[in-house]
């Protein structure tokens, strides 16, 4: 039997030392596992200790007596595994602890074995100061590094507390019902007779929200494109967008292709999909023929029209431009330890070639939107706000969402509002 413990360090080492992402490290790991409930516990402990990285590690470094050295960043994430199943898992302690211990054998630090054994246990001794002490400063208690936690608290002074709250529990698994094939509530019939709890979410017509998230081979019809698994606020870029028959319709970001299915659900567009990895449009092809619906992707730079453009005017533009992910970290809790204070600037510049080079395709009439899956508002309201002002060719269409703060220019959603995603959605129209 594979060991569960050990193929989550493996993963924590990947993200943490390599730089890869949680979904690239587990894919590349989850492959020895032959019981679904060994995958099941593995991936429990690398987004747990993810999600909790920082504030695990405050503890850990207060219960040694000297720090580790960087050679044994294997160790420590050792004992931060062994801590997080004591805190959160509520694992029996001898269970923990003795499991940990052989920890140190299995990657071959068994010199360590008393060590984690003193250290784990004197947490049991002391958890309840030790625990409040190291909650006294804020960003470790939320688990966030300093840069992240000071920008959101500057942007949400208000709702800093539920935000850091939602953005550490476990995101739903919502799904998207292809109104194609079904409704949303025929299909939650279906999951019903097969013994599936499921509700909808109000104001969100494509929408079911699972009791319980479960791998998606086991939804009824989910290959043959009846659902797809997609988070409620990605959702309302379709409703934004309004697309009618006939349309010619970009989709600027378009990798996985949730959203450019979504659309092509909704109305028998012609839809052009672009996105500069050649890689992620393989994941896009895939999602559009498992759904049954076709769209013309194209590996491209959206920034550079001149090199894949064919000066025909789009109807609709969406824009889902690359940001910060900083309104998805409860399902990818790496980002937190990815992303860089720096990357902002990128970010934020980048975003604004995006929507300078696109506003040109767009045809008199026609609407593009605006998202991102940010609750920053240097990537949001502000970024909106610049590319507005000034445009005698633009109009600000009021968004209708039925979830999120309205704002002059766009309407913020904040992660866990409705149960849903934090994402940021502005729309305009061409005079």
Known sequence: MTDSRLVALQVLLDVLDKGRSLDAALAGRETVFSEPRDRAFCRTLAYGVLREHRRLGALRDRLLAKPLRRRDQDLALVLELGLFQLIHLHTPPHAAVSETVALTRTCHKAWAGKLVNAVLRRFLREKTALTARVDRTPAVAASLPDWLYQRLATDWPQQLEPLLAAQNQHAPMVLRVNRRRSTHKAYQARLAEAGLEAHPLPGFADALVLAQPMPVTDLPGFAQGDCSVQDGAAQLAADLLDPAAGDRVLDACAAPGGKAAHLLERADVTLVALDSDPSRLERLDATLKRVGVDARSMAADAAEPSCWWDDQPFDRILLDAPCSGSGVIRRHPDIKWLRRAEDIARLTALQGRLLQALWPLLRPGGRLVYATCSVL?????????????????????????????????????????????????????KH
């Open 377 to 429: 508002e240097a990537e949001n309201e502000a970024q909106a706000a610049a590319f507005a002002r000034g445009r005698d060719d633009l109009r600000v269409v009021e968004p209708t969402l039925p979830v999120g703060t309205r704002l002059r220019y766009g309407q913020q959603i904040r992660t866990g509002e409705s149960g849903v995603d934090g994402f940021y959605y502005a729309c305009f129209e």
